[in-house]
């Protein structure tokens, strides 16, 4: 079956501007995360949803950061007022039913560069 | 709060020989999950092997095997036979169970492997 899917691949962005990155999880898939990558550095934890609702978002850098999955399934992070230092590739991952046996399916990413 | 550290920027190995990753964690949880990924230039996270903190018995996985030390704090993956495709970067990866459930993934900065023919 389909895998996690992300679009776009590549967002370059001026600074300043409103940016709004989307995550397909997998059909079914109930748990959903979202990471930042920067260059260099392992995956950082942003916001976990469950179903509809955001459990934990204590990852969110700053209110310029806001996410949403209205109906359960696709999820959008918005980013406002874009800075040089949001530039990162931020992934998407989700899991079956946020169990602790369940496996995080990652997305190949967005690459965000805000010049 | 946790910290995963991997001391090894990069590593290199001969193709068909064996190679050992470190990666040490902090914590004051006493149940937990690790995990090795697998970041190929494609940037898809890949998972390569995980441990149960309750287990002691190390994962193996074909090829890939874990050398996991609680009391140390300790999680080391071998690769065994080591093939062109395992070139990759290599993270290890910390998850506390809130209420028994999954929690978010706590990476380390990773390891630059490089499989030579």
């Known amino acids: 079956g389909a895998g996690v899917s992300q679009t776009p691949s590549n967002k370059v962005t001026e600074k300043g501007k409103y940016v709004e990155l989307r995550c397909d999880p997998i059909?079914?898939?109930?748990?959903l995360y979202w990471y930042r990558q920067s260059l260099g550095q392992g995956p950082e934890f942003l916001i976990y949803?469950?179903?509809?609702?955001?459990?934990?978002d204590s990852g969110l850098p700053n209110d310029r950061f806001f996410a949403v999955r209205p109906e359960g399934s696709v999820s959008t992070l918005k980013i406002q007022r874009t800075e040089r230092g949001d530039s990162a590739v931020y992934l998407c991952?989700?899991?079956?039913?946020?169990?602790?046996?369940?496996?995080?399916?990652f997305g190949p990413g967005t690459r965000l560069t805000v010049l | 709060a946790q910290t995963v550290t991997q001391s090894q920027p990069e590593m290199s190995v001969q193709e068909a020989e064996t190679v050992t990753l470190s990666c040490t964690y902090d914590t004051s949880e006493n149940n937990y999950y690790l995990f090795w990924y697998k970041q190929p230039p494609s940037r898809q996270m890949i998972l390569v092997i995980r441990q149960e903190a309750y287990k002691q018995q190390n994962a193996t996985e074909n090829r890939f095997s874990v050398n996991f030390q609680k009391a140390a704090k300790s999680f080391s993956l071998k690769i065994s036979d080591s093939q062109l495709g395992d070139t990759a970067m290599y993270f290890c990866a910390f998850m506390k169970l809130p209420r028994g459930s999954q929690g978010n993934l706590i990476f380390g900065k990773g390891t630059k492997l490089s499989v030579k023919p």
């Open positions: 059909s079914g898939h109930t748990a």
């Open positions: 991952a989700s899991s079956l039913m946020g169990l602790a046996d369940n496996e995080q399916f």
């Open positions: 949803f469950q179903g509809t609702g955001a459990a934990d």
